[in-house]
T-cell receptor, first 115, second 111 residues
Framework: GAVVSQHPSWVICKSGTSVKIECRSL??????MFWYRQFPKQSLMLMAT?????????EQGVEKDKFLINHASLTLSTLTVTSAHPEDSSFYIC???????????FGQGTRLTVV | TQLLEQSPQFLSIQEGENLTVYCNSS?????LQWYRQEPGEGPVLLVT?????EVKKLKRLTFQFGDARKDSSLHITAAQPGDTGLYLC???????????FGPGTRLSVLP
């Protein structure tokens, strides 16, 4: 159990376009979820924390207008990278905190390359 | 804000050696988790410890939660190349608030 599905697994887009990443918890519900960004050979960098039905809380230095988070239900969340630039190229990972527990379950990650 | 530190940051060892990775904080956590991440994939949960002093074993991996629930260790016996990856600890307060990850320990086991 506790499967998180993240799509797409990789995407290449042109500079200036927008990319939507979808994250679903398949067999459990989660009130809280996190979006992370990871650069090569580095640890996870928290971008934002989101509670279902509420606006996301962004970490310092992360532009909320550039990284749009929609957490409309207990099982689905999306991250949209708007007007992507090459410096946005990274590995993006969604994480669900299973309701009633302190265990986090990760999506498979999305490798974004902006050319 | 609760912070977690991990040491060492990088570790490169030969196959068959033992190693210990540490996760430390000045804050008390209600639970602590260890994750392992392989390149190009999301982290995978290895274990959750919730009781001070708790020891859990997962094959060659031994996890311990400090008595004061501020620190944890991961010990790997007879490391294998397949153990290579990024090991992350994460701590949480009650009901999952203040969920925070450590910076990770990047382990490389050479054949």
């Amino acid at each position: 159990g506790a499967v998180v599905s993240q799509h797409p697994s990789w995407v290449i887009c042109k500079s200036g376009t927008s990319v939507k990443i979808e994250c679903r918890s398949l067999d459990f519900q989660a009130t809280t979820m996190f979006w992370y960004r990871q650069f090569p050979k580095q640890s996870l960098m928290l971008m934002a924390t989101s509670n279902e039905g509420s606006k996301a809380t962004y970490e310092q230095g992360v532009e909320k207008d550039k990284f749009l988070i929609n957490h409309a239900s207990l099982t689905l969340s999306t991250l949209t990278v708007t007007s992507a630039h090459p410096e946005d190229s990274s590995f993006y990972i969604c994480t669900y905190l299973k309701t009633g527990t302190t265990e986090a379950f990760f999506g498979q990650g999305t490798r974004l390359t902006v050319v | 804000t609760q912070l977690l530190e991990q040491s060492p940051q990088f570790l490169s060892i030969q196959e068959g050696e033992n190693l210990t990775v540490y996760c430390n904080s000045s804050s008390v956590f209600s639970s602590l988790q260890w994750y392992r991440q392989e390149p190009g994939e999301g982290p995978v949960l290895l274990v959750t410890v919730v009781t001070g002093g708790e020891v859990k074993k997962l094959k060659r991996l031994t996890f311990q939660f400090g008595d004061a629930r501020k620190d944890s260790s991961l010990h790997i016996t007879a490391a294998q190349p397949g153990d290579t990856g990024l090991y992350l600890c994460a701590g949480a307060g009650n009901y999952g608030q203040n969920f925070v990850f450590g910076p990770g320990t990047r382990l490389s086991v050479l054949p």
